[in-house]
């Protein structure tokens, strides 16, 4: 085939990838999108009455991100009044200063890359070969339920959660991932405060997996994730609350990206051959998708003293909601050649002192399961459907069958 004719079936091909990941999108927010999206063309922050000040460029956001004194995710006002009531006053997104500091500095060894990379080996060989084995089957594969059975098996693993074997291991993962997302459900674009009913049913799922997760700190030991937390020193309400905090924060945000990756990667003409899986570009890939997706579409902080947000000020208590998607999606649709200049660098994970502690989990994860899945190609979509009343946007049903 010449080039030209592959050039045009991208180009082409990139108008679908846009369109689904504009209608996931519009599934999940319908009123909310087509706002935020205007508001990109606003300039780089923009003053919406009743939502605050809404940043839309990197490098604004990343100069925010970085200044944890100014723009802070405590005190009254802040994203922490929001999780403060279910998960305790001390679970990393909602410190500031130096408790916060002490906490991470505590943390760091918990998810190291090594770490991170043997747990997920660990967890997701037995699951993983026999989605391979489905693949090379012929059989078609709902990559939604299979990445959401994925995710709860390696949050279980890091609370502590105790789940037998085979089929009655794999309905506790969904069980697990339903709880969570029935929690993090009851979010929309401009939830301020949980209330007391909703704080009530989510306590109801919290509580008893934070009793699993103190067990598992008090048994000890160096190689669970709740006991390696007693052997760093944290305090069992910290391990608990870190409990809470990694299953609210990092089992949908993980799901939901790998199904959008293999979309992407199909609607772009990418998934048409077993190529993709040896170019060694799994993380270039990955990093892209994250970029185009933002699993976690903003990010909120409260002003706690004047400061010029390129050219609109902002004063202590204002709200200030990065639009992390479209300081991300300024740079254009998926491509995976596509450089990203610094300011962007990982923007979908934060940046500065609460930049995503999980970042090795999440990575060691997805690309265990994408590598999985590309190994399997070519292969193509046989159908799918846009998930409706979630936070995060992705796909209801992502069937895929090895061409
Ligand atoms: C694709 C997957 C993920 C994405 C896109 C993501 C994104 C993010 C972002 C953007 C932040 C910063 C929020 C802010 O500054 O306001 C963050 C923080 C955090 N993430 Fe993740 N995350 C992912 C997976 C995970 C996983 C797997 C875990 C844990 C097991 C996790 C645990 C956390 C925690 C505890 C924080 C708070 C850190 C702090 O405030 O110091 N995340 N994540």
């Known amino acids: 085939m010449t080039g030209a004719p592959k050039t045009l079936d991208r180009a082409l091909a990139g108008r679908s990838a846009e369109g689904w990941e504009r209608r996931l999108y519009l599934a999940a927010h319908p009123f909310a999108y087509p706002l935020l ?76 890359p090594s770490y991170t990379d043997a747990l997920c080996a660990r967890v997701l060989a037995g699951p993983l070969d026999r989605l391979a084995g489905r693949l090379a089957r012929g059989a078609d594969v709902d990559l939604v339920d299979t990445t959401r059975v994925l995710a709860g098996a390696v949050m279980s693993e890091v609370i502590g959660l105790e789940t037998g074997q085979g089929a009655e291991a794999e309905a506790a993962y969904r069980r697990l991932f339903e709880q969570g997302e029935r929690i993090v459900s009851m979010i929309s674009l401009r939830t301020r405060r949980l209330s007391p009913a909703q704080i009530r049913r989510a306590r109801a799922v919290l509580d008893p997996l934070g009793d699993i997760a103190a067990k598992a700190y008090a048994a000890g030991g160096d190689t669970t994730v709740m006991g390696r937390m007693r052997e760093l020193g944290l305090s069992e309400a910290e391990a608990r609350g870190a409990a809470g905090a990694f299953f609210l924060t990092g089992t949908e945000t993980v799901a939901t990206l790998v199904p959008r990756l293999v979309a992407l990667l199909h609607d772009t003409g990418r998934l048409d051959g077993p190529a993709t899986a040896r170019t060694g570009r799994l993380d270039r890939l990955i990093d892209e998708a994250m970029r185009v997706t933002t699993p976690t579409p903003v990010m909120l902080r409260s002003v706690h003293r004047d400061a010029d947000l390129d050219g609109v000020a902002a004063r202590p208590g204002d709200r200030i909601l990065i639009a992390t998607h479209n300081c991300c999606r300024a740079y254009g649709p998926f491509d995976p050649d596509r450089a990203h200049p610094p300011e962007l660098r990982r923007l979908w994970f934060g940046a500065g002192p609460h930049f995503c502690i999980g970042y090795p989990l999440a990575m060691a994860e997805t690309r265990a399961v994408v590598r999985t899945v590309l190994d399997a190609a070519p292969l193509t979509i046989t159908g799918r459907a846009a998930a409706r009343g979630v936070l995060i946007p992705t796909y209801a049903r992502l069937m895929v069958r090895s061409a």
């Not at 003053?47 to 490098?59: L, Q, T």
């Not at 604004?60 to 009531?85: C, H, N, Q, V, Y």
């Open 37 to 112: 999206r205007g508001l990109a063309r606003r300039g780089p922050a923009v003053r919406v009455p009743g939502v605050g000040v809404v940043v839309n460029d990197a490098g604004l956001a990343r100069r925010i991100l970085m200044d944890g004194e100014t723009f802070r995710k405590d005190g009254p006002g802040s994203p922490g009044d929001l999780w403060t009531p279910v998960l305790g006053p001390s679970v990393l997104l909602n410190m500031e200063g130096e408790a916060h500091r002490a906490l991470r500095r505590r943390l760091t060894e918990l998810f190291t």
